[in-house]
């Protein structure tokens, strides 16, 4: 299905709300019925009928049919965080007892369900080096259920090979699962690769407007409907109907915005590539990046994230350089309008980050302002170091 006709105008049935051409916003907890035989029917498909929002709601399920279709998946769920999503989506396949291979470094929060959180309930947890296909192979057991990638991931931008790992996933029974928040369905489409479910940070890119937080999962029908019927009603992490508009809305300038963003990324990256203060870029489609061949059979082009690694002595330099950008806001989070920067070495001895990073390492995300405006800025700030 074509990706602007998905955006502007699928899922949307306007014939049944008066014509309205923006999806309506459903602000009800419940649905009336005039009698007892409708009530009972109505029941009988709660999840798939108006009857109560913490089921289904109209709007919602507007949203829900266009993540679907952009990540060409068969059905979705919109969850109130990227976070309750992941959850949601590992809870939905493991049980106690059974064992999850993931990739190293995962987001700070799926690190958590994982090894703080589903350990309490007998799951264990290998993470591997997911660069090397072998390494997936040698972590199997027997009780394996789940494969978790995250490709590339959002400090240090390694991959994974994701049409490999879903044939030795499907070989093994095991099901797979992608965190694809860093490329949106416009850049990768893991489904198309095999994996069996993709998970988004709505919050990120598909709103892109930093005014909601908000997670999806996609994946076939039956699984989906499985998740509604258990982890969804169950745990109740739902989006309401107002947030849910925010995102359609936000959609439909979802290829525009990844596009441009892009655009900007690769001049913003062709400056710090030859400048003396950059030690290392850490970034998919960097011309030297060793896993560049993978970047590009399975992406159709880099995110507007990235990573650098600064020439310096000190912390106060690192610092001297962050304070002195004006048109980067300092932040954590990504994927909206606003061009963002994320130093390391703020993080002190926070607990949600155990991976060690280096204390040098800066987090660039580049928003819809002019390129040439960002590259003067990063270039004065440099300066300053
Ligand atoms: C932000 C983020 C999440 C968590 O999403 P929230 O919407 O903040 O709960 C998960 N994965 C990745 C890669 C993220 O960047």
Redesign the pocket.
């Known amino acids: 299905m074509d990706v602007s006709y998905i955006l502007n105008h699928f899922g949307e049935e306007r014939e049944e709300y008066y014509g309205a051409v923006a999806p309506p916003v459903f602000q009800t907890s419940n649905f009336c019925f005039k009698t007892v035989a409708e009530m009972r029917e109505k029941l009988k498909r709660e999840l798939e009928t108006p009857f109560y929002s913490r089921g289904f709601n109209p709007t919602v399920s507007v949203l829900r049919k266009k993540v679907a279709a952009l990540e060409q998946a068969e059905d979705a769920l919109v969850f109130s ?4 999503a ?1 959850a949601a989506a590992v809870m939905s396949v493991v049980k106690a007892g059974d064992h999850v291979v993931c990739v190293e470094k995962p ?1 700070s ?2 690190n958590n369900l994982l090894t703080k959180y589903l350990s309490k309930y007998g799951v264990t947890t290998t993470f591997v080096d997911g660069k090397e296909l072998i390494n997936f192979v040698n972590a199997i057991q027997p009780n394996t259920k789940l494969i978790y990638l ?1 490709s590339p991931n ?1 400090l240090t931008f390694e991959m994974q090979d994701i049409e490999a790992v879903a044939i030795l996933a499907r070989s093994k029974n095991i099901c797979t699962i992608i ?1 694809n ?2 490329n949106s369905p416009i850049n990768q489409q893991p489904i198309t690769l095999g994996i069996d479910m993709v998970i988004h ?4 890119y598909l709103n892109g407007h930093s005014d909601v ?3 999806v999962v996609c994946g076939t029908k039956e699984r989906i409907m499985k998740m509604m019927a258990e982890e969804y009603m169950t745990i109740g992490g739902i989006i309401s109907a107002q947030d849910a508009a925010l995102i359609v809305r936000g959609l439909r300038t979802l290829e525009l915005r990844v596009n441009r963003s892009a655009e900007t990324t690769e001049k913003i990256i062709s400056f710090l590539e030859n400048h003396p203060k950059i030690k290392q870029i850490n970034y998919p489609f960097l011309s030297t990046n060793p896993q560049l061949h993978l970047a590009k059979k399975q992406m159709k082009q880099g995110g507007a994230l990235f990573s650098i690694v600064l020439n310096a002595e000190k912390t106060e330099q690192i610092e001297k350089f962050c304070d002195g950008l004006k048109r980067f806001l300092m932040a954590t ?2 994927g909206g309008y606003e061009s963002l920067i994320f130093p390391i070495c703020a993080l002190g001895a926070s607990k949600s980050f155990e991976n060690p990073l280096p204390w040098n390492l800066v987090r660039l995300y580049i928003g819809l302002e002019d390129a040439d405006l960002l590259i003067e800025d990063l270039g004065q700030a440099l300066d300053k170091m």
């Open positions: 965080s990227g976070s309750a992941v987001y929060w799926t995250e959002s965190d928040s860093y940070s709505a919050t990120k937080v908000a997670g989070s990504w």
